[in-house]
């Protein structure tokens, strides 16, 4: 039923945004060098790696950490970079993951296969068996702000509570802290 309802939704998505999209993408090309997407390896289900992509917002020189692990984050935003994350109009290639299976659209989001500390401590909870999410309950409750211990736990609940009732609340608590801005730090 999950992956079903994914399909349904990320072709609709698609299909409806695929003119914003490519505005986007175009805004992406004419306000900065390189690529309109940045690929980036993830750990998807069972600790397996997985390529995902994202709108670029950093410039191509920029180390491959997590944005909070940069010196200066600030320095490496590409002109329409902090728009695009603040709004995360940055994540809808994402869409992509999805309709390719490597994604869901709601579960733990996907961990950088550098973040070594965090995909062990979802190994040992079990949260790796999950497939990666759009969005997720951690996302929800803090996102960029939640220190790893604390994003662990909340995968953790969702792993317990996780139905297609639960996905859907994720959803609307998702739209809301976009709409609002809520949780970007950088």
Known sequence: ???????LLSFLAAFTLLIPMGLIAGWVKFTSKGPV???SDRIGRD???FRMPKFRSMQIDTPAVATHLLDDPDKY???IGRFLRRT???ELPQLWSIIKGDMSFVGPRPALFNQDDLIALRSQHGIH???PGLTGWAQVNGRDELPIPQKVKLDEEYLQRKSFG????????TFLKVIRGEGVSH
Do not use: A, G, H, Q
């Open 77 to 79: 935003l590409t002109p």
């Open 37 to 39: 997407l940045y690929w």
């Open 166 to 173: 639960f996905d859907l609340y994720v959803i609307w608590l």
């Open 88 to 90: 995360s109009l940055d």
């Open 129 to 131: 068996r999950l497939p």
């Open 1 to 7: 039923m999950k992956r079903l309802f994914d399909l």
């Open 47 to 49: 600790n397996e790696i």
